[in-house]
């Protein structure tokens, strides 16, 4: 019976402009505070028409409202396994984020993989995510790419269906990025460093063959050809470092070859403030409930706050789970870390805005503004207290979730 | 420190009013009274009873003398006060399953090892201990995995400083410790090869061949004294003293029929079971209900991990409530770090759980389920004065654990620095701890 009136309430709803009304509106610009009753219209185009107070703005006729005690923008998953990882945790069936045949493999794409009816899916849109940045998993050298996906594609049918088909190659260093070879931290640096040399020479190879008709391009070859768009800075390179020392390895292989880097994880990242702030790398750290052991024995809950102190750029992410909880919940990730010293409108600016500029996205998502996309979460409380729930998630001005969960 | 023995409670009939009595006339003439503590102008909850604002909490030594609004609460002369004011103070925390202490039980030599105990693996300098006190967890149900069908016998602990595990147990009136035994069924106890089981059918006809030997050697047991000679089998001895009620099995559980296995044992052989995590819970909420069968929960972020979690659900809490069904929350740590344990009240809440029943199964609840009731999981007069500090509201995310005490002494203050490592994380915080659980690095 729940389920057919949610279905009644979709298909009614769908498609109609959307007025939202919140009592705090959080936009995510300037200061980060928020409206007092604020309004924002949603057009028929998916895209935001107008936002502020809603004594300034009329809401024309044919929209529906909807009333809300808080509203952000979507939440921005800045890193996820969602859709690869799926909820069963069946290796063969549903768990596509790793493959261990080989330690570097940035070829295989997340786009082919990708299961958007995965429930795990649904489970985060529910709860107000719109966005992921999701795809292979750390725990080899070089696992894979990932992609940026609304939480409300199902299927991957063209490259149009994610935001960004290939937005990150997903690295490893430290114990996630160990096995039988390489075994050491050193014989994975210098397997790295190998690697990237054959991918430097490809590009020469490539640029020769553009600059000289006489000389032949090299054979096409994806594995070099992702190398290239990393070392081209088309692709970002995502690399999961714990421990301070596999911190430094990675602002040493950018150093080197001079790929952008995102920081992954970056649990002792505490230790090298001054070396990562002089880097200019933002950083998407580990979830607040990770596990402190291993590689994390170190981890602080502390750590966004030291990382907004310090003016470091950092966005909160889900990670991976290897097993229960199979996915985190991003905003619940920095709502503890709100509970240890960083600010409540920061804490929520790094799943929106934040995590929207570190993917490049923040022209189009991240915030509420006239233009961008029409994402919305709305909550009967603060978004960040365990006991708010959320009332309903709309992606590009349509309604996909009133199940207040 | 020595292991203490459980408080007998003679003072039933007043459980809110405030309760005072001489320190003077209870104890011998050469010994100097213990000190007297007063927490003044705190909210209290003291979860046996409501809420109380501008509300005082009197201690002397290791037991609460009383408890109650600050203007019927007479503070003896000689008290230190101690001003909280702003303050929440909540009982001290009971976890009915966790995985702390390097605990280990059973090893793969056969699926049902009753023999074992878990007393003898833990570390009690394992830096997880020290992260439980600062999540302000005071009694703890240490438990093996559920890679077993049987893993052993439990350890309930008071988790004081001290140097030995027996420093941390807990005597009961016949001299032996504060133990259950843990059990598990579903898919972490089916495995590919023999001697353990290949599927739930061989699972249960396994426990059941296992009970029914044991009731044969209780027989034998009663009859043998004070002749024949009777030989000790520690296997058989351990279930004997289950179908006799001196332990409760505690019992891993998820899926709904796997639940109702668990009902069906319970039923057969008349053991004092309580079911662990009942991910499923809310598809049988009637049939546990009627069995009078308390549960002990998990809350997780997600569903799934496994298949039999796949039908995990928030209201699991909400509905064993509506059924009356006695209901505590586990953090299972590592599956929850100790730290956000109060979490699972909040979000027990979200589900539509009573902040009361909330805050129940984070203490007096669980409590019971380890027959611990008469001596902690309530601010009462005469139970141990197991307490914790809170910054504010216990279902705020923004609330932060300042101290926690056990028996009047304090183990865990957020002032500290080293105190604050564990509780915040940081260099150092964790470099003893091990993951440990059946299922993570399998």
Redesign the interface.
């Known amino acids: 019976m729940f389920k057919f009136l949610l279905l009644f309430a979709l298909t009614a709803i769908s498609h109609a402009q959307i007025a939202v009304k919140a009592d705090l509106l959080f936009t995510m610009t300037g200061d980060l505070k928020p409206i007092k009753d604020g309004l924002v219209l949603c057009g028929p185009d998916g895209k935001i028409v107008a936002v502020g107070p809603a004594s300034e703005i009329k809401i024309p006729e044919g929209y529906k409202t909807l009333t809300a005690k808080v509203a952000t923008p979507g939440i921005i998953d800045a890193h996820s396994t969602v859709g690869l990882s799926?909820?069963?945790?069946?290796p063969k069936h549903d768990q596509e984020q790793l493959d261990q045949s080989a330690p570097i493999q940035p070829e295989l794409r997340a786009i082919d993989a990708y299961n958007g009816r995965d429930?795990?899916v649904k489970?985060?849109r529910d709860l107000g995510v719109t966005t992921v940045h999701t795809g292979h998993a750390p725990g080899t050298l070089i696992s894979g790419q990932l992609m940026v996906v609304k939480t409300n594609v199902p299927s991957i049918t063209s490259l149009k269906d994610p935001l960004v088909p290939t937005s990150a190659v997903a690295a490893s260093l430290g114990a996630k990025g160990l096995s039988k070879s390489p075994a050491t931290r050193s014989k994975a640096i210098a397997m790295f460093r190998a690697e990237f040399l054959k991918g430097q020479a490809h590009a020469r190879k490539i640029k020769a063959a553009e600059d000289d008709e006489e000389i032949e391009a090299p054979a096409p070859n994806i594995k070099m050809q992702t190398l290239v768009d990393v070392l081209n800075k088309k692709t970002p390179l995502l690399i999961n470092a714990q421990r301070h020392q596999d911190i430094a390895s990675a602002l040493r292989l950018r150093e080197e070859f001079d790929f952008d880097l995102i920081l992954d994880g970056a649990a002792?990242a505490?230790?090298l403030l001054d070396e990562i702030k002089a880097a200019g790398v933002p950083i998407i750290i580990h979830p607040t409930?990770g596990?402190?052991?291993?590689d994390l024995?170190?981890?602080?809950?502390?750590l966004a706050a030291q990382l907004h102190k310090a003016g470091i750029p950092f966005a909160f992410q889900s990670g991976y789970?290897?097993?229960?909880?199979?996915?985190?919940?991003v905003h619940?990730e920095a709502?503890?870390a709100?509970?240890?010293g960083l600010p409540q409108e920061v804490a929520l600016a790094a799943c929106t805005i934040n995590s929207a500029k570190i993917l490049g996205l923040d022209d189009k998502i991240g915030s509420l503004e006239k233009g961008k996309h029409a994402d919305l979460a709305l909550f009967d409380a603060d978004p960040?207290?365990?006991?708010?729930?959320t009332t309903h998630v709309i992606i590009d001005g349509e309604i996909v979730s009133s199940s207040a969960k | 420190m020595r292991p203490r023995k459980l408080l007998a409670l003679a003072i039933a009939p007043l459980l809110v009013l405030p309760f005072l009595f001489s320190a003077e006339q209870e104890r011998p003439e050469n010994t100097s009274p213990a000190a007297i503590r007063a927490y003044i102008n705190g909210t209290i909850y003291p979860v046996s009873s409501p809420k109380i604002e501008n509300a005082t909490l009197v201690m002397q030594g290791d037991t609460i003398l009383a408890v109650g609004p600050s203007d019927l609460v007479t503070i003896p002369s000689d008290a230190e006060q101690i001003d909280v004011t702003g303050k929440t103070i909540i009982p001290g925390l009971v976890c009915t399953h966790s995985h702390i202490g390097s605990v280990a039980g059973a090893d793969s030599s056969s699926p049902i090892q009753p023999e074992v105990r878990v007393l003898d693996s833990i570390d009690v300098r394992d830096t997880s201990i020290n992260k439980a006190r600062a999540g302000g967890i005071t009694t703890v149900n240490l438990m093996s995995g559920s890679g077993h069908l049987l893993s052993g016998q439990t350890i309930y602990l008071k988790l004081r400083k001290g140097n030995t595990v027996e420093d941390l147990s807990i005597k009961l009136p016949d001299g032996s410790l504060a133990y259950g035994v843990k059990m598990a069924n579903g898919t972490n106890s089916i495995r590919d090869t023999g001697p353990f089981p290949g599927t739930r059918g061989k699972s249960a006809a396994l426990v059941r061949q296992k009970f029914l030997d044991a009731q044969a050697y209780l027989k034998k047991r009663n009859e043998a004294d004070p002749a024949p000679p009777f030989e000790r089998d520690l296997a058989l001895e351990t279930l004997a003293d289950i179908l006799e009620g001196k332990r409760t099995v505690h019992h891993h559980t998820h899926r709904h029929d796997d639940i109702l296995t668990v009902l069906r044992l319970k039923e057969e052989f008349g053991f004092k079971v309580v079911l662990h995590h009942v991910s499923e819970a809310w598809k049988v909420a009637d049939e546990i209900a009627a069995a009078k069968v308390p549960c002990s929960i998990i809350f997780l972020d997600s569903p799934g991990g496994k298949l039999e979690a796949r039908d995990f659900e928030w209201r699991n809490g909400v509905e064993l409530e509506k059924r009356g069904v006695l209901t505590a929350f586990h953090t299972d740590d590592p599956i929850n770090d100790s730290r956000w344990f109060l979490r699972n009240a909040a979000i027990g809440v979200r589900a539509g759980m009573s902040r009361e029943k909330a805050l129940e199964a984070l203490t007096l609840a669980g409590a019971k389920m380890l027959d611990l009731d008469q001596s902690v999981g309530s601010l009462e007069p005469g139970k141990q004065a197991d307490f914790v500090i809170l910054s504010g509201d216990p279902f705020s995310i923004y609330t932060r654990v300042l101290e926690t005490h056990i028996e009047g002494e304090q183990v865990f203050n957020l002032n500290d620095p080293q105190d604050r490592l564990f509780a915040e994380g940081g260099y150092g915080a964790g470099h003893n701890r091990q993951a440990k659980g059946c299922c993570f690095y399998r």
């Not at chain 1, 799926?86 to 069946?90: A, D, F, K, Q, T």
């Not at chain 1, 024995?297 to 502390?302: L, S, V």
């Not at chain 1, 960040?384 to 729930?389: D, G, I, Q």
């Open positions: 799926g909820i069963l945790n069946s429930p795990l489970w985060l002792e505490y230790l409930m596990r402190p052991y291993g024995e170190n981890m602080t809950f502390t789970e290897t097993y229960v909880p199979k996915t985190r919940v619940f709502a503890l709100a509970a240890y960040l207290e365990t006991t708010t729930h």
